[in-house]
Structures are given as structure tokens and as C-alpha cells.
């Protein structure tokens, strides 16, 4: 694909879309922003206005798509969405900024994609390789934006990126090295269904060829089935595999879920050849990522941990398992249409959790859960209340050497931008509370 002098309608102008815009706008394209937020809403920072067209509100795909030459689809856009569909029928190409850079990309890719840990096990991956090999780059959600990329890449690079369903659904291209972490529901609010997310992470594997490799969880039969479809070399991998690797006592990372994220990495680095050694000196010195069971303080014999990327229930099942301690946990988001009865069950069946506090929208569902799978510990229902309320209400309730573990096992747009500006704000509040208390 080529852009210089071509019409190009971009939608969505998130991160993502502003890093398309910025290499359409270097490869001389002619462009239109399409986006449902008006255009004052939009961050506009570092680009030449005076060269960009914007069509934006609510209305923004009722108009007439037939004159652009491409349609470059950011992450966040549906993209079977009616307008785009009759696009496309009428012949304009319709891309991705994902597609673009696997098309450009001159080095090799390692993606990772999984419903949970994608972010650990790419920044591990990546950690690792900053040991044995200088052209190493981190891209995508966690990393540097990676259209920004293409430029410093050779033939002698690796990428490491962590792979939505968002991006993967239209890629007819996959990775030289795809990683398969745990496969559970999400994003049912987006996809159709189940299936089709499921069938969207398959494209990580589905395009491969026999030179290759397939890495991939075999704790899950969703995940396990990637490997039919995989047309490379598979390897699969466990997350007990670490017990003979490492001294799981020297890990930084919290929780046995990370186990899998361990295991994952480490069978990237078997692939590539990279030492026992060095694989085992990086995976002992990593701490693990913002927002993931991030310990945050101790005030009065309470410890308070963020763990504000649980967007689903599958992180804060994996959170309330991570601790023996008294546990107060926090829970409750935006609603995209998750089931939380499984969540119910396991907080019932730990003794330790004595307390839960509910915020958001989700909060009827998840109390819901809890009564059906007969949960004996105290209830709180806040609702929207400022943080600090929730933090508050959370310390008074958790026992000396207990923890609080804000998990909310939902989405943050009922009450914050995203889950990233819900972790700061969480952890400001408890080191404001801390240090006043």
C-alpha cells in the first residue's frame, strides 16, 4: 500500500489513530479524520491542523466513503460496522494501522495475545532480549507507538508487541513468533460474540508458515486449540512448567497466574536460544507492570495494592488468589456485558476475604453473583463516589496485616477515562490517606 497523494479517511483518533496520522500525514496522503467525539475533545498536540479534513460527532460515518482511496481503520472501530461494509463493496481499501506496519516492518515480530498478561509477558520478552540482542524494540499498547517505529527498523531487529482481538480480527498476517497466552471471555460488548473473539485471536497463528513458531498455553483447551490451527512449529508451554526453571520464591511478581507469563517468556528464550542464565537474572529482577498488582503502600498494617488493568473477572480471581492475608477488595466498573458468577464463587470459597466493596455500574451484577454462590463476608455498595471515599471506606474495614486490593474486574468508562487514569488517581488517594493517617 501507498499513500502519497491518495485520499485517506481515517477513523478513530486515539493513540493509535494519531500515530496513523502522523505516517499518512509523512507519506503525503490527503486526509480526513472521521471520529464520534467533536473535534474539540480530540487531542490535536504535534499535528499540522491546517492539512487535515475532520468530520466528527456522533454522525460521523453517515456520509459517502466512495471517494477515498483507503479507509485506515484504527483498533478501537468495529470493522463491520454498515458504512464500512458498503465501502468496501463499492472498492475503496479498507486497512489498519497493524496491517500497515506488518506490511512495512523490515525485522522480526514476536507478538503476544491472550485475554490477561499480554503487557507482562511482552515486557519480560523484551527484557530478556535487551540482554543478547541491541536492535530490540517494545511496541504497541505498553511500548513505543509502532508506525513512529518503522524508520529504526532493520532487517536484524526484533519487535515485541502485544496483539489485541482489535487488531487481530482483519490481520491476514501473523508474527514470526506467536505467543498464546489464556483465552477467556472479554470485549463482549465489541464482538458479535464469543466466537468471533475468539476467531480473532486465531490470525495471530492462522498465517504463519513452517519456519514459524507457535508458543502457546496449553492450561487452557481454548487456547490449546490455536495449535491446529498454527501453521508454524508449535511449542507449548504451562505455567508449571517454572517449577523446573526457577525458585518461584525469588519472584517479584505476585500471584500464581504470573507463572504463566513466566512460562511463556521462557519459552520464547528456548526458542531464540538465549541462555538459562540470563532469562533467569532478568525474570528474578522484574517487578511486573503499572496497574498489575502494583503494591502501592502500608499504613496501620495495611498493605494497598493496584491492580486496576482487572478489566474482566479472570485478573481479580487471579488477584484474590495471590494473597493468604485478610483481604478487602474493591470491585465494580463499567458494565460490557461480562459474567461475573465464577468471580462470586471464588471469593466465597476463600475464607480470607472478608470484605468486598462495590462501586460502578456493575456492582448490582457482581452482588448479585455473590449472594448466588452464598458469600458470608460484608457487603459495601458506594456506588460513583470520589476515590477517596473508596479508599477511605476500604482501610476502615481491613483488618491489621490484611490487604486492600482495588481489582474491579470491569471497565472504567462509567467512572474514568481509562484504566490507566483509574490506577493513578487510586494510588494518589492512598498515599494522600497514608500520609495522613
Same mark, same amino acid.
Given at each position: 500500500m501507498r499513500f502519497k497523494n491518495k485520499n485517506v479517511a481515517l477513523i478513530g483518533l486515539?493513540?493509535?489513530?494519531?500515530?496513523?496520522l502522523k505516517f499518512l500525514l509523512g507519506e503525503g496522503a490527503f486526509i480526513t479524520v472521521f471520529d464520534q467525539k467533536e473535534k474539540s475533545e480530540l487531542d490535536l498536540t504535534g499535528l499540522m491542523i491546517k492539512k487535515i479534513k475532520f468530520i466528527c460527532g456522533k454522525n460521523y460515518l453517515d456520509g459517502d466513503f466512495s471517494n477515498f482511496d483507503y479507509i485506515v481503520r484504527s483498533p478501537g472501530v468495529y470493522p463491520y460496522k454498515p458504512a464500512l461494509l458498503k465501502a468496501k463493496k463499492e472498492g475503496v481499501l479498507i486497512t489498519s494501522p497493524i496491517k500497515i506496519f506488518f506490511e512495512r516492518c523490515a525485522g522480526k515480530i514476536i507478538g503476544v495475545t491472550?485475554?490477561?498478561?499480554?503487557?507482562?509477558?511482552?515486557?519480560?520478552?523484551?527484557?530478556?532480549?535487551?540482554?543478547? #540482542?541491541?536492535?530490540?524494540?517494545?511496541?504497541?499498547?505498553?511500548?513505543?507507538?509502532?508506525?513512529?517505529?518503522?524508520?529504526?527498523?532493520?532487517?536484524?531487529?526484533?519487535?515485541?508487541?502485544e496483539l489485541s482481538s482489535f487488531q487481530l480480527i482483519d490481520l491476514r498476517k501473523s508474527p514470526h513468533i506467536a505467543v498464546?497466552?489464556?483465552?477467556?471471555?472479554? +470485549?463482549?460488548?465489541?464482538?458479535?460474540?464469543?466466537?468471533?473473539?475468539?476467531?480473532?485471536?486465531?490470525?495471530?497463528?492462522?498465517? #504463519?508458515?513452517?519456519?514459524?513458531?507457535?508458543?502457546?498455553?496449553?492450561?487452557?483447551?481454548?487456547?490449546?486449540?490455536?495449535?491446529?490451527?498454527?501453521?508454524?512449529?508449535?511449542?507449548?508451554?504451562?505455567?508449571?512448567?517454572v517449577l523446573k526453571f526457577y525458585n518461584t520464591?525469588?519472584?517479584?511478581?505476585?500471584?500464581? +497466574?504470573?507463572?504463566?507469563?513466566?512460562?511463556?517468556?521462557?519459552?520464547?528464550?528456548?526458542?531464540?536460544?538465549?541462555?538459562?542464565?540470563?532469562? #533467569?537474572?532478568?525474570?528474578?529482577?522484574?517487578?511486573?507492570?503499572?496497574?498489575?498488582? *502494583?503494591?502501592?503502600?502500608?499504613?496501620r498494617g495495611v498493605s494497598f495494592y493496584n491492580d486496576s488493568f482487572s478489566t474482566n473477572p479472570q485478573p481479580s480471581i487471579a488477584a484474590v488468589n495471590s494473597f493468604?492475608?485478610?483481604?478487602?477488595?474493591?470491585?465494580?466498573?463499567?458494565?460490557?456485558?461480562?459474567?461475573?458468577?465464577?468471580?462470586? *464463587?471464588?471469593?466465597?470459597?476463600?475464607?480470607?476475604?472478608?470484605?468486598?466493596?462495590?462501586?460502578?455500574?456493575?456492582?448490582?451484577?457482581i452482588k448479585e453473583a455473590l449472594f448466588y454462590a452464598k458469600y458470608n463476608g460484608k457487603i459495601i455498595e458506594l456506588g460513583k463516589p470520589p476515590t477517596r471515599e473508596i479508599v477511605k471506606v476500604a482501610f476502615k474495614n481491613t483488618p491489621k496485616d490484611g490487604v486492600v486490593v482495588f481489582s474491579p474486574a470491569s471497565a472504567s468508562f462509567d467512572m474514568f477515562d481509562d484504566y490507566k487514569q483509574r490506577g493513578k488517581i487510586f494510588k494518589k488517594e492512598v498515599l494522600n490517606f497514608l500520609k495522613n493517617h
Amino acid at each position: 500500500m501507498r499513500f502519497k497523494n491518495k485520499n485517506v479517511a481515517l477513523i478513530g483518533l486515539g493513540i493509535e489513530g494519531k500515530d496513523a496520522l502522523k505516517f499518512l500525514l509523512g507519506e503525503g496522503a490527503f486526509i480526513t479524520v472521521f471520529d464520534q467525539k467533536e473535534k474539540s475533545e480530540l487531542d490535536l498536540t504535534g499535528l499540522m491542523i491546517k492539512k487535515i479534513k475532520f468530520i466528527c460527532g456522533k454522525n460521523y460515518l453517515d456520509g459517502d466513503f466512495s471517494n477515498f482511496d483507503y479507509i485506515v481503520r484504527s483498533p478501537g472501530v468495529y470493522p463491520y460496522k454498515p458504512a464500512l461494509l458498503k465501502a468496501k463493496k463499492e472498492g475503496v481499501l479498507i486497512t489498519s494501522p497493524i496491517k500497515i506496519f506488518f506490511e512495512r516492518c523490515a525485522g522480526k515480530i514476536i507478538g503476544v495475545t491472550g485475554t490477561k498478561g499480554k503487557g507482562t509477558t511482552s515486557s519480560l520478552i523484551y527484557e530478556i532480549l535487551r540482554k543478547v #540482542q541491541k536492535e530490540v524494540f517494545l511496541a504497541g499498547n505498553i511500548g513505543i507507538p509502532y508506525l513512529s517505529l518503522l524508520k529504526k527498523i532493520t532487517k536484524n531487529s526484533w519487535v515485541v508487541m502485544e496483539l489485541s482481538s482489535f487488531q487481530l480480527i482483519d490481520l491476514r498476517k501473523s508474527p514470526h513468533i506467536a505467543v498464546v497466552l489464556n483465552i477467556t471471555k472479554d +470485549h463482549l460488548d465489541w464482538h458479535k460474540d464469543i466466537k468471533e473473539y475468539v476467531n480473532a485471536k486465531k490470525n495471530i497463528v492462522r498465517y #504463519q508458515n513452517e519456519k514459524d513458531f507457535a508458543v502457546i498455553n496449553s492450561d487452557y483447551k481454548v487456547s490449546k486449540g490455536f495449535g491446529k490451527v498454527a501453521k508454524g512449529k508449535v511449542i507449548y508451554f504451562s505455567g508449571k512448567d517454572v517449577l523446573k526453571f526457577y525458585n518461584t520464591k525469588k519472584f517479584l511478581l505476585l500471584g500464581k +497466574h504470573n507463572w504463566e507469563n513466566i512460562a511463556a517468556a521462557t519459552a520464547v528464550s528456548r526458542v531464540l536460544g538465549i541462555g538459562r542464565k540470563i532469562v #533467569q537474572k532478568v525474570v528474578y529482577n522484574f517487578k511486573g507492570l503499572e496497574h498489575r498488582l *502494583e503494591f502501592v503502600g502500608k499504613g496501620r498494617g495495611v498493605s494497598f495494592y493496584n491492580d486496576s488493568f482487572s478489566t474482566n473477572p479472570q485478573p481479580s480471581i487471579a488477584a484474590v488468589n495471590s494473597f493468604n492475608a485478610p483481604i478487602t477488595i474493591i470491585l465494580g466498573g463499567y458494565d460490557k456485558g461480562l459474567d461475573y458468577t465464577e468471580l462470586g *464463587e471464588v471469593i466465597s470459597k476463600k475464607k480470607n476475604v472478608g470484605c468486598v466493596v462495590l462501586i460502578g455500574d456493575t456492582a448490582r451484577k457482581i452482588k448479585e453473583a455473590l449472594f448466588y454462590a452464598k458469600y458470608n463476608g460484608k457487603i459495601i455498595e458506594l456506588g460513583k463516589p470520589p476515590t477517596r471515599e473508596i479508599v477511605k471506606v476500604a482501610f476502615k474495614n481491613t483488618p491489621k496485616d490484611g490487604v486492600v486490593v482495588f481489582s474491579p474486574a470491569s471497565a472504567s468508562f462509567d467512572m474514568f477515562d481509562d484504566y490507566k487514569q483509574r490506577g493513578k488517581i487510586f494510588k494518589k488517594e492512598v498515599l494522600n490517606f497514608l500520609k495522613n493517617h
